[in-house]
C-alpha cells in the first residue's frame, strides 16, 4: 500500500527554521517525482517545490526561492523541505504527493496521484 508520511512541522517565530521530511512507502520511490505543497486557512493549496525522481531536477515557488530547499534521499527512502527564514505567511498544513514520473518537476497538484495526510507549520512570535 503506497503511502507518504509527514513530519517536522510545529510552532516557530518568524526568522526561524524548521525541517520537514516524508517518509514514502509502498513504490518504487527514486521513480517518482515528489512535491511539497501547503495549505493555510481560507486559501487554495499551493505548490512549495518539487524534486524529479533522480533528485537532479528541482522547482520552487517564487515565494520560497531562495529560502526553502527540497532534497531526497533515494537509498534512504526519504525526502526534505529545508525551510529557513520562515515568515508568518508560511504558516499552513504542509503536504508531501508523489507524480509517477522519474525525470520531471511540476508544482500542479494535478499531476500528483499520491498524497500525505500534512503536518502544521505555523510561524508566529
Known amino acids: 500500500q503506497l503511502q507518504l508520511v509527514e513530519s517536522g512541522g510545529g510552532l516557530v517565530q518568524p526568522g526561524g527554521s524548521l525541517t520537514l521530511a516524508c517518509s514514502p512507502s509502498?513504490?518504487?520511490?527514486?521513480?517518482?517525482?515528489i512535491g511539497w505543497f501547503r495549505q493555510a486557512p481560507g486559501k487554495e493549496r499551493e505548490g512549495v517545490s518539487a524534486i524529479s525522481g533522480n533528485g537532479l531536477g528541482t522547482k520552487y515557488a517564487d515565494s520560497v526561492k531562495g529560502r526553502f530547499m527540497i532534497s531526497r534521499d533515494n537509498a534512504q527512502n526519504m525526502l526534505y523541505l529545508q525551510m529557513n527564514t520562515l515568515k508568518p505567511e508560511d504558516t499552513a498544513i504542509y503536504y508531501c504527493?508523489?507524480?509517477?514520473?522519474?525525470?520531471?518537476?511540476?508544482?500542479?497538484?494535478?499531476?500528483?496521484?499520491?498524497w500525505g495526510r500534512g503536518t502544521q507549520v505555523t510561524v508566529s512570535s
Open positions: 504527493a508523489a507524480a509517477p514520473k522519474r525525470f520531471f518537476t511540476t508544482l500542479d497538484s494535478h499531476d500528483y496521484d499520491y
Open positions: 509502498g513504490f518504487s520511490f527514486g521513480f517518482y517525482t
